[in-house]
């Protein structure tokens, strides 16, 4: 993350740059990202995956708004 926020900074557009280039490909590798590539499938069942995730997280965070009382 410190990689990319200073190429923000330095204004390196990251597509460009080798090394943030082999950062990505190293994150990919490990995570194998290479068969989403090869089965469209996969993409749509991570996607569906994160998307539930995320509806859990915002109810969960909605549900814990709704009990804590107001300050006044």
């Excluded at 499938?41 to 915002?58: G, P, S």
């Amino acid at each position: 993350m410190r990689a990319i926020n200073a190429y923000h900074q330095e204004n390196v557009r990251p597509r460009e740059d080798p090394a943030l280039r082999l950062i990505v490909h190293q994150f990919a590798f490990l995570c194998g990202v290479f068969e989403i590539d090869n089965k469209l499938d996969v993409y749509r069942k991570l996607n569906d995956r994160c998307r539930v995730k995320d509806a859990a997280i915002k109810a969960a965070r909605a549900g814990a708004e709704e009990s804590t009382p107001n300050a006044v």
